[in-house]
Every structure is written in C-alpha cells, then in structure tokens.
C-alpha cells in the first residue's frame, strides 16, 4: 500500500469529523483522513463552510498527549496491534517535541488519568520531532526521527526521519481538552504513508512521578527547603514533571545498629520494590536513615552494573545523622547534624533522585554551578561573604539537565530502565564526547597475582600518579563506588564486556589535588558486569580501566590503563562444578559487591558452594568474612565465624583487607585468638597490595 500526503494549500475552512465517526478508540479510517486532510489542504471540497481567517489558526497546546500510531501493513507486527504512548510539547523559539511509543493491544490508558504509565517491556519507540512552528493553519505538520529499541542489545537503531500531517477535530469526550486533539497520517523517509496517528492532550506537565519516603522514627524525611517555599513539586514543577509525595513508612525497622551497611540498604529497598508496580507508576524510593558505612551523605545503587535482576535503581538513601563538618565555608551548618538542615538534606534527597533520573555530577561536563547535580562540595566552595553556602543553592536543575529530563526517552528516566549514565553515551541523545584524554596522569593497573583459577573475581588495583609537574584536581579518595573508575574485559577471542560498581556513592565530591608524583590507590574485584561474567574461559583477559576526573578547567578529563590477566582452567571435577556454580549466579556479584547480603539466597548458596572448594576458597574469604562479620538486620555479627574463615592464603584487594579488618576489630570480644590470628594474615596480605604502607596503616587504624 503506498500512498503520499497531498501538498497543502492554504484555504479558509476547517474539517470536522464526529467523535462517533472514530474507527477504533480513537481513529478514524485511513481514507477518512485522507479525506480530512485533503480538505485541510484546498485539494477536496471543504468539509464545512468557511470560516474567518483568524478561526483557521489553532496554536498546539504545552504539555502531554497521548498518543496512539496504527501502523498499516506489512509494518504491522501482528493484527489488533497498535502503538500507544506520549508526546511531549513546549513553546520557545518554535515548538519542542518528543514521544514514545510502546506496542499496545486495543486498549489505552484513561486520558482523564493524566500523563500515563505503560509497561516497560512494551517499550518500542523514541520519537524525537524537529523544532516546528506550534501555530498552524489548517494542518499540524511536523518531522522526526524514530529510534527503534532492542532490548536484547540496549541499543538504538535510527530509521530515519518520518512526517506527520495532522488535523484537529473535536476530541473524544474522555479526553480533557475538546479542542487539543488531532488525527493524521504519518509518512516514512519515501513518503510512503505507514499508518495513522492521534494525539490528544492530556496534561499541563510533560512527566510524572511518584516519590515514597521511607525512614527510620529519628530520621527526618527530606521533603523541603528551610522556609517552605521549596518541595519535591516546585522543583520539579520547573521541569515540567508532576511530583507527588506518597504516604509512607515512618518507623522503619532500625537493623542492627545506627548505621546501615549496603546490604541492609539493598535488602530494603528491594522490600519496597516488591510492593510497587513500576509499569502502572513511576515511583522512586528516598529512604532516611541515621547513617550509612558506605558514604557520608548518600548513595544509591546502579541497577545495570550487573545482569542480576535484584539491583534497584529507582531507590536512594540519605544519612540524616551526618554531623556537618565545623567549617566556616558550610556556613550557619557547620557543625549541624544533616538532617537538622533543611536546606542542605533536601537539596541531597534531590541530587540523589536526579542520579535515579539518569543524571551524572556536572562537573564531570563541564557545566558545575549551585544547581541541582553539583556536588554539594562544591557547592559549599563556590559560597562568598556576601552569598554563603546554604544561601547560595539554586533550586532547580542546569538548563541542559532540564531539557534532558523533559526530553530524554522515557526509557532512559523511568524507574528499572536503562544502566545509569547510559543516557550520555548511547544513541539517539548520547552527550558529544568531551572527555579528554590525559598524558599527565598515568593509570597502572596491578593484578593482585598473577593467575587467578576460573570461578575466582579477579581482583586489581588501580594506582593513579601524577606525572605531571602541576598539581592536578582529583578525588581526596579513590574510589570505585564514587564512580571514578569504569571499564572493559576482553575474553580470549570475545568483546569487550563492560564494568562498573553496583554500590554508588553518589555526593562524593572531586574536591582534592594529586601533587607531582603523588599517586592514589583504589581496588577493583571483578565478576560479572551487565553482559554477565567477566572471566567465564580461562585464558589471557585484556583489563582495561578508565579513571575519570574533572581538570582544572571544569572539563571532564580521563586517564586509561591495562593489564593482562591469566585465568587458569579447572583442574579437578569437582573445581570446574564449583566454578559451573559460582559463574551460573548473577547474585553472587551482588553479594561480592555488597559485602555481605544474607536476604539474596542464590548469591549466599553460590558464596558457599565457592568455599567448598579448596581451590576457590581464598578468593572468597573476605567476601564471607565481610557478610558474617557484619550484622544484618536482626542477626549480630558472628565475629568468630568471621575470624575462622580468613586464612593464610586469603586474596584480596587492600580496600578489602581494610574493612575485613574494620569489621573484626570492631566486634573483637569473645573471639580475641581467632581475630589475632586472622589480623595477622590480613597484614601478611597487605604487603603485596599496590600501597602497602596505606593499608597496613589502615589496618592499625582500625584496632
């Protein structure tokens, strides 16, 4: 079936169709718009008599239409099928559209629901229209280009630029704007017709969400700014989205003590997933806790880090029991407690959601000020005489952040969709690559031996040094939960398979300098990433590591290192049926990652079967030093049982080896001999890692 849209020609009458002329929920026949359309363009009789001039013109409305696309055939991918979704329209220097579709059976949401929720995996299109003129004469007529989305791959595929011309006609009673509703036809890159579109308005707002604060009874819930004047619905009312606060839990269940591990944060905000239905809302998770072992401030975790699927990314966490540092650049807050200062535990509740939203710091782009995504060090640092921190917060987000939650893909800012910081370096709105690469730092990465058994992490340590003559800003701490370090492993004869750490502590600020010939540590324990195990064959594996920093002109930067590891094969049945076991089980890298994580079942049984055998045993020794040696929820810590698994041959990293140590000290009462002796292998092990003195220090810091 080809057909072309008729040139238009400007005339004085306006075509009508009866909403019980609708053919479906809301379309009419093909030919009926073609019909419509003629009219419309002075090449078929009018439809009705003429109107004046000033009747002809009809300016689209701001806001949020739903959308429904009938495809004709062959494109039609099964009969009764059809697209539904959104399209997003503001006014400035002409009007700004963009739109997803998702694959429906007949049925449509209610429009007088408002902006609508679909389900995820239904998820198919991203639409995003050229600027066009929001006043039309007769017909709406506007271009876009539709990227088509594999769920498989996580990748786009461009089809091209498609034309839709469209005519309004009386909306179907449902539907809140009578005079804000259009049907057309929608043509591809040939000008063949492919199907007919609607579209009606539905909503001021282009978004909507749902934000649920749970906390503990001493934790205040992150809901405003000192004076009132600021909530989760103004701040977010700037970028057009709906923000309502939901009724939630008040008195969580305190865990084990004051302060939460990662486990304990995962295991909760896995519980508060449970209970949402992420394709019928957008419902993102705030907990308020007393404090976090992880981080100061915040954290949150990235959902895409690994293939498991119990990783959330809709949920963040805030210490309410930070004690600000007693610093006059934090101004009237030095000194407070977190969650005492309205201003500040506020604006970090937002940046914590905007990281949920697919949002990176803007310094790593560039475009840091006081708004929204900056680091609240920096922040702090940018406060005058004149203007201190807190009053110099500004209460929104950058412009280019703005417009990319307004536009972006619903599939890049919905709750569960895509990896976090996807959205800067995927097609179709991936940011221009402005890092640059750096020859005044050099990254080396170590392996902590020199073959690792097949079912093992393989762990390395990535030491950065200034090679430079300058000072250079960098991270005061190195870490890979800060999001400073990302990167590849390359199998014998595969691709490259990407890393990133599940734990993210997201407020961590850039706020430091590496000196000339200063060097930094940080430790990496890699099994799986989101294309699932890393070391699957044995064999030689290129690591490739990138650290990501921000330079002295605000930019981002980067530095790039390698290394060779070798993954020796099973040698003994019952070796190679342990590392069939630990490779089969996406949760165990949660656990890995977590230190610990006694509410995710498969990982604790693939983390004992792994000690079961001789072979891999060390390697995950501090991975089940750190889960029983820490308390989770209602169970204390088993220090003992803790103590008894470290042994000589323990491997590790030195960041964990300092908290194996952490943990033990802590909790040293009743197993005195077991963790003397479990500190002393610690210590053995300490001096092969890539800063020795560091981590020696650390452990002696930690009795």
Not at 145 to 167: K, Y
Request: aromatic share 6%; with cysteine.
């Amino acid at each position: 079936m080809s057909r072309t849209i008729p040139s238009s020609t400007v005339v004085d009458t306006t075509p009508t169709i009866e909403p019980a002329d609708l053919a479906g929920p809301e379309l009419p026949r093909i030919d009926a718009i073609e019909a419509l359309l003629a009219a419309a363009n002075g090449v078929a009789p009018p439809l009705v008599a003429p109107a004046s001039p000033l009747q002809a013109f009809k300016i689209l409305r701001q806001g949020c239409y739903l959308l429904t696309f009938r495809p004709l055939p062959p494109t039609l991918p099964l009969p009764g099928l059809q697209y539904a979704g959104t399209m997003r329209v503001e006014h400035g220097t002409g009007a700004h559209g963009s739109g997803d579709l998702y694959l429906r059976g007949s049925t449509r949401p209610d429009p007088r629901g408002g902006v609508p929720s679909f389900p995820l995996a239904d998820y198919r299109y991203y639409l995003m229209a050229k600027t066009f003129s929001p006043v039309a004469h007769r017909t709406l007529t506007f271009t876009f280009e539709r990227h088509l989305f594999d769920h498989v791959t996580r990748t786009w595929s461009n089809q091209g630029e498609f034309t839709a011309q469209m005519v309004w006609v009386p909306a179907p009673p449902a539907f809140p704007d009578a005079g804000q509703f259009l049907v057309g036809l929608v043509t591809d890159p040939m000008g063949i017709v492919t199907g007919s579109l609607s579209m009606g308005w539905v909503a001021d707002e282009l978004r909507r969400m749902t934000i649920e604060i749970d906390r503990v009874a001493v934790s205040e819930p992150p809901t405003g700014d000192s004076t009132g004047t600021e909530t989760w619905s103004s701040v977010f009312a700037r970028s057009k989205w709906r923000a309502d606060v939901a009724a939630s839990n008040t008195n969580l269940t305190q865990p084990s003590g004051d302060s939460w591990s990662d486990a304990e944060l995962h295991a909760q905000l896995l519980a508060s997933r449970d209970q949402n239905d992420l394709n019928a809302e957008w419902r993102y998770m705030i907990l308020a806790v007393r404090r976090l072992d992880s981080t100061e401030r915040g954290i949150m975790f990235d959902a895409f880090a690994t293939d498991s699927n119990n990783v959330p990314r809709e949920g963040a966490a805030l210490s309410s029991h930070w004690v600000i540092p007693n610093d006059p650049q934090w101004g009237t807050t030095a000194g407070q407690r977190f969650g005492t200062q309205a201003d500040p535990y506020f604006r970090t509740a937002v940046h914590e959601l905007g990281h949920a939203l697919n949002l990176i710091h803007e310094e790593s782009e560039g475009i840091a000020g006081t708004t929204f995504m900056t680091t609240t060090p920096t922040i702090v640092a940018a406060g005058t005489a004149t203007q201190p921190f807190p009053t110099n917060i500004t209460w929104d987000f950058h412009p280019t952040n703005k417009h990319r939650i307004k536009h972006w893909p619903d599939i890049y800012v919905r709750p569960g969709g895509l990896p976090f910081a996807s959205a800067h370096t995927t097609t179709p709105l991936a940011t221009a690559d402005a890092v640059a690469d750096r020859d005044d730092i050099r990254v080396d990465v170590i392996p902590v031996r020199s073959s690792f058994p097949i079912g093992a992490p393989v762990r390395v340590e990535v030491r950065v040094t200034n090679i430079g003559i300058d000072p250079l800003p960098f991270p005061t701490r190195l870490r890979y939960e800060g999001g400073h370090i990302e990167g590849t492993v390359t199998a014998p004869g595969g691709a490259p398979r990407p890393f990133r750490s599940i734990v993210r502590c997201l407020d961590d600020g850039a706020d430091g300098y590496l000196d000339p010939g200063e060097s930094r540590v940080a430790g990496l324990t890699l099994l799986r990433g989101p294309d699932g195990p890393l070391f699957a064959t044995s064999g030689s594996h290129a690591v490739d590591v990138a650290v990501l920093f921000t330079g002295h002109d605000g930019l981002p930067a980067r530095a790039r290192g390698s290394a060779a590891v070798w993954v020796d094969h099973a040698a003994r049945a019952d070796h190679a049926e342990a590392a069939a076991r630990v490779l089969a089980s996406p949760d165990l890298s949660v656990v890995v990652a977590l230190g610990g994580g006694d509410h995710l079942d498969d990982g604790v049984s693939a983390l004992s079967d792994a000690l079961a055998d001789s072979t891999l045993h060390p390697h995950y020794e501090v991975t089940e030093a750190l889960r029983t040696g820490r308390p989770f929820q209602d169970r204390a810590a088993l220090t003992a049982d803790a103590a008894d698994v470290v042994t000589a041959d323990v491997v590790a990293t030195g960041d964990e080896i300092a908290a194996v140590a952490r943990a033990l000290a802590r909790r040293r009462s009743g197993a005195a001999d077991a963790v003397r002796t479990a500190m002393r292998s610690l210590r053995a092990a300490a001096a092969g890692t890539a800063d020795a003195r560091d981590v020696t220090d650390r452990i002696d810091g930690s009795r």
